[in-house]
């Protein structure tokens, strides 16, 4: 069982950038490979990137590439979302998710045991 709580979200204007955070507790952090999904408002929730247990492999959403960059310390069992270049259409809550299931590189929210509460992201124009 692992625990996680996001933050770094917050109300920032269009083309700037944030960064998320997300702490999980346990003792086996690097067992899992990290997520980060969105959800806006009125439409399902979507994948954003993830990153494998080593830190090694990362992949992103169509959306997101070359703006997100996703990172872990798995000393600090914390993984992280920097965002640049925001968008007004990036405005939805972020949720980051852990997956043990030691797939390749899990991009379906079924593919994730446990998820934070999210928090939230607004981007103004």
């Known amino acids: 069982q692992v625990q996680l709580v996001e933050s770094g979200g917050g109300l920032v204007q269009s083309g700037g950038s944030l960064r998320l955070s997300c702490a999980a507790s346990?003792?086996?952090?690097?067992?899992?490979?990290m997520g980060w999904f969105r959800q806006a408002p009125g439409k399902e929730r979507e994948f954003a990137a993830v990153i494998n247990r080593s830190g090694g492999l990362t992949m992103y959403a169509d959306s997101v590439q070359g703006r997100f960059t996703v990172s872990r310390d798995n000393a600090k069992n914390t993984v992280y979302l920097q965002m640049n270049n925001l968008k007004p259409e990036d405005t939805a809550v972020y949720f980051c998710a852990a997956s043990p299931r030691n797939l390749v590189v899990p991009r379906r929210g079924f593919e994730y045991d446990y998820w934070g509460q999210g928090t939230q992201v607004t981007v103004s124009s």
């Open positions: 346990g003792r086996t952090f690097s067992t899992y490979d």
